[in-house]
C-alpha cells in the first residue's frame, strides 16, 4: 500500500487565492455582479485556507503537546535513539513524530510527518492496536508486533521486529510430520475376474502414481502395507501446496483402467496439525474412515479441532459383491438384541417409504426372528410414508408396532438397545432426546458419512455403496432368520428399494436386485408399492407448478416454491424427480418452505455429486439424492447461496466417472 499523506495547507493554496482575488478585481470594470460573485468566492477561498491552516497547525501543535506530555524535551532527544521503532500520532492517526528506528526501518530515513499511519499497518488499523496487547504488522519482508498507548489527544505506537522468530515459528510448522494413510479402494473389483499378471499391472501402475507422488509432490516417503493401504509421511508445507492443487493425484489414479475398464480409485486421510506423530496417524486413521465413508475416491484433511477438509469424492461408490461382513454384522447384531430388554428402531426426521421399510424389516427380525419386544420409534404427523404406516392399522399384530418419541421415553432403560435406520447423523434422527436416553445404538445407514455422525455406536453397518437401507436391512433379516417377513413387511421394504432407486434406474447394483429378489419370495406385492406412490389431486397440480416455474442454470433446474401447502415435501421431491426429465439436466433442486425452515431437495442422474453440493448448506444425503434445512433465510436468499454454490464447486462435482 501506497503512503498517502494527508492534506497540508502550502503558499501555493495561498496563491491560488490570491489568483482568484486578483482575476475579481480585472472584472470590476466590465460586469458588477460578476465582480461581485467573484470577490465573494475569492474571499470565502481564502478565509478557508487561513482557517484550514490554522486548524491543521493547531492539530500538529496538539499532537506535539500530547507527545510532550509522554516524553520530557530531554526524554526525546533520547528516545530518538532508543532501539524499537517508535512513532506519535494525532488524533486522526498522521504522523508527528518519529525515532531514528522507525526511520530506517519503515520510510527510508525520511522524517515521514504528515503521513498517515495506516500506510504503515495495513491491512491492521490503528484502532486495534490501541486496543488489543500486540497486533501483529507486516511492512515490506519484515514482520513485527505493534503495541499502542492513547496520550492525551493522540497516540504513541512502538514496534517489536520479531521478523527472525516467526519465520522461525512459521519454519516449524511447515515441516511438522504429517502422517496420511492411502487406501486402494476398489482393487478387489478391478481384479476379480482378471489374471495374475493384469492384477500386478494394475497394482504396480496404482503403486507408481502414489511413489512418484509421494516423492516428487510431497517431498516424503511411501511405505507399502497390508490390504491395499499405504503409508506416506510429510511435512505440512507440501500437504497446503497438495490443497492448492486439490490433490490431483486422485485424477492420476483414477486415469489407470482395469480389464472391464473401470477405473481405479484411491482415498487418503490425512492428519494435519497434531502434536505428534502418533497423533497425527491416530486422527489420519479417523479421516480415512471418514474418506471411505463418503464412498471413496477422495481425500479427508483432519484438522487440529477435530474439523474436517474434503477434496475430491465425484466418483460413484463401488459395489462390494463380498457378504461376509453382513453375515458377522448380523451375527453380532442378534447377540446384542437378545441381550437387551426392548428394542427401539428409529429413522430419520420426516421419514419416508425408505425410512419406514427399513424399520418395518427390522422390527419383524427383531419380534418374530428373534422373539424379542420391538417398537418404531416415529412421529406421525411430520412422517412422508403415512400411506405405508396406515397400511398396518387396524392389525392385533401392528397394534404396538409404532409409538410416539415420547413413549420411548417412558419405556426405554438402561438396558434397552436403540437401532437407527437411514440414516447416521446426529441432527437428522428422529427424536435427538431418544438417541441421548437410550445408552446403546446401533446404526444402520447407507448415505455418505457426514462429520455430525454418531460416534459412541456399538455397531455402526455404513455402506453407502447400497442403494437404501431397506437393501441393507433385506440382507441382514436373511442372516437372522429369512423366514420372518410376510407379505405386507416385504411390501414395505421394496417400496423403500423403489423409492431410492426411482424404480430401479438409479444407484443399482447386483445386491439391490438380489435383496429385490428375496423380498419378492416373501411375497412383496408390487401393485400395492405402486399405489404408495399415489398422490391427491391437489399434490399433483403443487408438482406441476413446480415443473412449470423452473430455470436451468448450467445444465441444473432450479425451482421455486414461496409458499407452504400440505404435502409440500412430497410434491418437492416428486418435482426435482421429474424435473431430471428434461434433456441436457444433469441435476435438479427444489427450494420450498416448509414450517420455519426453507429446504433443499436436490437429484441427479449420477454425474453430479448433490451431497456434496448440499454440504454446504448443513445437508447430507448421497450423490444422487440428498436433502437440506436452512433456518432464518428465505428462498429467493438460499436460490442466491445455491448458484454461487453451483459457481464455485460445479466443475469438480461434475466430473463424469469413465
Not at 496487547?133 to 513485527?144: I, K, S, W
Request: aromatic residues 8%; contains cysteine; charged residues 25%.
Amino acid at each position: 500500500m501506497r503512503k498517502r499523506r494527508i492534506w497540508v495547507t502550502s503558499p501555493v493554496y495561498y496563491a491560488m487565492a490570491a489568483a482568484m482575488l486578483v482575476m475579481a478585481c480585472l472584472s470590476f470594470r466590465d460586469n458588477k455582479i460578476q465582480f461581485s460573485l467573484e470577490l465573494a468566492a475569492a474571499v470565502l477561498a481564502l478565509v478557508a485556507v487561513v482557517v484550514t491552516d490554522l486548524h491543521y497547525r493547531a492539530h500538529i501543535q496538539t499532537a506535539l503537546s500530547a507527545a510532550r506530555r509522554v516524553l520530557s524535551a530531554e526524554e526525546e532527544r533520547d528516545f530518538d535513539q532508543f532501539a524499537l521503532p517508535v512513532v506519535v500520532l494525532g488524533n486522526l492517526g498522521d504522523i508527528v513524530w518519529t525515532n531514528a528506528r522507525f526511520r530506517e526501518l519503515f520510510t527510508d530515513d525520511t522524517d515521514g510527518r504528515g503521513d498517515n499511519i495506516a500506510a504503515y499497518i495495513y491491512p491492521k488499523t490503528l484502532r486495534q492496536i490501541l486496543s488489543e496487547n500486540g497486533t501483529a504488522v507486516t511492512f515490506g519482508d519484515r514482520e513485527f508486533t505493534a503495541y499502542g498507548l492513547h496520550a492525551g489527544g493522540g497516540s504513541v505506537v512502538y514496534f517489536v521486529d520479531d521478523t527472525y522468530y516467526k519465520q522461525i515459528h512459521k519454519e516449524f510448522r511447515e515441516k511438522r510430520t504429517v502422517v496420511a494413510l492411502i487406501s486402494f479402494d476398489n482393487h478387489e473389483e478391478l481384479t476379480r475376474d482378471a489374471d495374475g499378471s493384469e492384477d500386478s499391472r494394475i497394482t504396480s501402475e496404482v503403486e507408481a502414481v502414489l511413489r512418484d507422488w509421494a516423492n516428487e509432490t510431497m517431498g516424503g516417503f511411501l511405505r507399502r502395507m497390508t490390504n491395499g493401504r499405504y503409508l506416506l509421511i510429510t511435512d505440512d508445507r507440501h500437504v497446503e501446496e497438495a490443497k492448492a492443487k486439490r490433490f490431483a493425484v486422485l485424477d492420476a489414479v483414477r486415469a489407470i483402467k482395469g480389464a472391464n475398464n473401470m477405473s481405479a480409485t484411491i482415498s487418503i486421510g490425512i492428519g494435519r496439525g497434531a502434536a505428534t506423530a502418533a497423533k497425527s496417524e491416530q486422527h489420519a486413521r479417523s479421516a480415512l474412515d471418514m474418506a471411505l465413508g463418503r464412498g471413496g475416491d477422495q481425500v479427508a484433511v483432519r484438522l487440529s479441532d477435530g474439523t474436517y477438509e474434503f477434496f475430491g469424492g465425484l466418483s460413484k461408490g463401488v459395489e462390494k459383491r463380498d457378504k461376509v461382513r453382513t453375515r458377522v454384522i448380523a451375527a453380532t447384531l442378534s447377540d446384542h438384541i437378545k441381550s437387551s430388554d426392548r428394542i427401539f428402531i428409529m429413522g430419520h426426521k420426516n421419514s419416508d417409504l425408505d425410512s419406514v421399510g427399513a424399520a418395518v424389516g427390522m422390527w419383524a427380525a427383531v419380534t418374530k426372528g428373534l422373539e424379542c419386544r420391538a417398537n418404531i420409534v416415529i412421529d406421525r404427523n411430520r412422517s412422508l410414508a403415512t400411506s405405508l404406516i396406515n397400511t398396518f392399522g387396524h392389525q392385533q399384530e401392528y397394534e404396538d408396532m409404532f409409538i410416539t418419541p415420547q413413549e420411548a421415553m417412558d419405556l426405554c432403560t438402561q438396558r434397552s438397545l436403540l437401532i437407527v435406520v437411514d440414516t447416521h447423523s446426529l441432527t437428522f434422527v428422529e427424536s435427538q432426546e431418544v438417541l441421548k436416553a437410550i445408552p446403546r445404538v446401533v446404526v444402520i445407514d447407507h448415505h455418505r458419512m457426514m462429520v455430525t455422525h454418531i460416534k459412541n455406536a456399538i455397531i455402526f453397518y455404513h455402506e453407502p455403496y447400497a442403494s437404501s437401507a431397506s437393501e441393507m436391512v433385506a440382507e441382514l433379516v436373511q442372516y437372522i432368520n429369512s423366514s420372518a417377513l410376510n407379505t405386507k413387511e416385504a411390501t414395505a421394504m421394496l417400496s423403500g428399494i423403489m423409492l431410492d432407486t426411482k424404480n430401479f434406474v438409479l444407484k443399482t447394483g447386483v445386491r439391490t436386485f438380489e435383496a429385490s429378489a428375496y423380498l419378492k419370495r416373501r411375497g412383496a406385492d408390487t401393485v400395492e408399492v405402486k399405489k404408495m406412490f399415489s398422490n391427491s389431486l391437489d399434490t399433483y397440480k403443487e408438482r406441476s407448478q413446480l415443473v412449470a416455474g423452473a430455470e436451468v442454470y448450467k445444465n441444473c433446474a432450479i425451482a421455486c416454491s414461496n409458499w407452504e401447502f400440505p404435502n409440500v415435501r412430497i410434491a418437492a421431491a416428486q418435482a426435482a424427480d421429474e424435473l431430471l426429465s428434461i434433456q441436457n439436466v444433469r441435476a435438479s433442486f427444489v427450494i420450498f418452505r416448509a414450517g420455519n425452515e426453507i429446504n433443499i431437495s436436490a437429484r441427479s442422474l449420477g454425474d453430479v455429486n448433490v451431497q456434496v453440493l448440499l454440504e454446504e448448506f448443513g445437508g447430507g444425503g448421497h450423490l444422487t439424492m440428498a436433502g437440506a434445512q436452512i433456518k432464518n433465510s428465505t428462498t429467493n436468499d438460499v436460490r442466491k447461496a445455491l448458484i454461487r454454490v453451483l459457481d464455485s464447486k460445479l466443475a469438480q462435482a461434475s466430473k463424469f466417472e469413465n
